[in-house]
């Protein structure tokens, strides 16, 4: 039997790309998995497709910035189901610029939802997972998590942060497993957010060599279906023809 069926997965950024791809892969392979995002239509439609196919599904609205809310989710997700076997802190923007540009809004936004958004995560389900005495992580970086580019400096410096925290928090508990997924460029709508235009070019050439984000969700699924003795602690996910 896979060591997914029957777990309770959290999603934030559940309503397109990586979020979405990992709930369809985790609902097929018989996990029961709840959705979040801001966008309560797009949730709505996913939950309604997953649940036609078979799967098992909750979905709430969230907004990863406010902690509240992210408490809000997680316990709904531990009252509809029992437990909480694994949250995946997913939800991210990426508003590259350069540092000269001056974007105070668009860094700030980003602090809040690429770091912020990965802690309220933290915050909210480790009581419940300590409570049960095992629990997993996920928390979802990037290849620019391990190197800085143009453009990119503040987005980098949230996804360093989020390698940061992920390891601090397995050093601090040897019953939960964290995990960090860092994909390379993926198809989603992360560049949408870029209102820079020279940003906009460049990642507009980027993105030609752009994988699938079901590739992104077996990693996922990867670290979640090992026993339970054993944690994946990261996994960098890139095209093959990427040069960084």
């Not at 309503?15 to 995002?37: D, F, P, Q, Y």
């Not at 809310?69 to 531990?78: M, Q, R």
């Not at 390891?167 to 209102?195: F, K, N, Y």
Request: overall charge negative.
């Amino acid at each position: 039997m896979s060591h997914i069926e029957g777990k309770v997965v959290a999603i934030t950024g559940a309503s397109s790309g990586i979020g979405e791809a990992t709930a369809r892969l985790l609902a097929a392979r018989g996990a029961h998995v709840v959705i979040g995002a801001r966008r309560g239509d797009l949730l709505a439609a996913l939950a309604g497709e997953i649940a036609a196919a078979g799967g098992s599904v909750r979905q709430k609205t969230v907004d990863v910035t406010a902690a509240a809310d992210v408490a809000g989710f997680l316990g709904y997700a531990e009252a509809e189901f029992g437990r909480l076997d694994a949250v995946v802190n997913n939800a991210g923007l990426m508003p590259l610029s350069r540092l000269d540009a001056g974007k105070i809004d668009e860094w700030d936004r980003m602090i809040d939802v690429n770091i912020r958004g990965v802690l309220h995560g933290i915050k909210a389900g480790l009581p419940i997972m300590k409570r049960q005495g095992s629990g997993q992580f996920v928390n979802i970086s990037s290849i620019g998590g391990h190197q800085v580019y143009p453009t990119a400096a503040v987005y980098c410096a949230t996804k360093f942060a989020v390698l940061a925290i992920s390891e601090g928090l397995r050093q601090e508990h040897d019953d939960i497993r964290v995990t960090v997924i860092s994909p390379g460029v993926t198809r989603s709508e992360l560049a949408s957010t870029i209102t820079d235009p020279g940003a906009q070019a460049a990642m507009a050439e980027f993105r030609q060599i752009a994988i699938e984000p079901d590739a992104i969700a077996r990693a996922i699924a990867f670290s979640i279906e090992q026993p339970g003795d054993v944690d994946v602690s990261e996994i960098i996910v890139r095209p093959t023809a990427s040069p960084y």
